[in-house]
Structures are given as structure tokens and as C-alpha cells.
């Protein structure tokens, strides 16, 4: 187990805690099982998907977990938080869902969030060249 895994686990772990879930309750949140969740708290080196899947249940941003690994702190994504788009959710939760499907899936979510920041990116440079203090 390396260090930055163990680091990205106690972060994982952290964030669950806070958000008050369970490790069962976190794992299907992302679409993953308990036993996959539990091996990232504990630093063990999982695929990235499961990675994905992580970000996802606790509504950090995409690339969040390199963020961990590279020693900045996660960022979290506004518009998938934990309790975030019930649709989402549910289709995620879905059993029969594919391994690509879900990769599909959070391709995506990734896609929409990537828009959105841009949006977020353009107004605040707006505001800031208009004088507006709330940017």
C-alpha cells in the first residue's frame, strides 16, 4: 500500500463519515460493493472506475482523487453532491447496468459538470471585468 493510497483512504473515509453515510450506503451510492469501498479506506489499489465511482458518491468534483493523491484536498462538486440527482442515483444503483454503461454514464456527468464550470468560469470572469465585488 502506498502512502498517497492510504492518504486518498482516510479522505474517503473522512468525507463518508461526514456525510453520515455507511460504508454500504457509500458503495451504493457510487455503484460499487462494500468490500470494494472498504479496500479504498484502506489504501488498497483499486481500478479506476471505482476511482470514478468514489468522486461520484461523495459529490466530488471530476479528478478529485488525483487531487488527494497529488496532496491538495478533494474538490466538491456542486452539482453532484451526496443526495445529489435522484435519477441519477437510481440509474446508477440499477444492478443489470453494465460496466460500460456506467462508464458511459459518468462520461456524461462528467461532460455536463465540465460544461457547467465553464458557465460558472465565464460569469465570474464577467463579473470581476464589470467591477462586480461578488466574484
Known amino acids: 500500500m502506498s502512502s498517497d493510497l492510504a492518504v486518498l483512504g482516510v479522505a474517503v473515509r473522512t468525507a463518508r463519515q461526514w456525510a453520515g453515510l455507511t460504508i454500504e450506503e457509500a458503495a451504493r451510492r457510487g455503484g460499487l460493493s462494500p468490500v470494494t469501498w472498504a ?3 484502506k489504501g488498497a489499489a483499486v481500478r479506476g472506475l471505482t476511482y470514478a465511482a468514489i468522486e461520484r458518491a461523495l459529490g466530488w468534483a471530476s479528478g478529485a482523487v488525483d487531487a488527494v493523491l497529488a496532496g491538495a484536498e478533494p474538490v466538491i462538486d456542486a452539482f453532484m453532491t451526496p443526495g445529489g440527482d435522484p435519477l441519477i442515483e437510481e440509474i446508477w444503483a440499477n444492478p443489470d447496468l453494465t460496466e460500460g454503461q456506467k462508464l458511459h454514464l ?14 460558472r468560469q465565464t460569469v465570474r470572469e464577467r463579473l470581476r471585468r464589470t467591477g462586480d465585488h461578488l466574484a
Open 39 to 41: 479496500r479504498v479506506e
Open 106 to 119: 459518468d462520461q456524461l456527468v462528467r461532460s455536463a459538470n465540465a460544461q457547467l464550470e465553464a458557465v
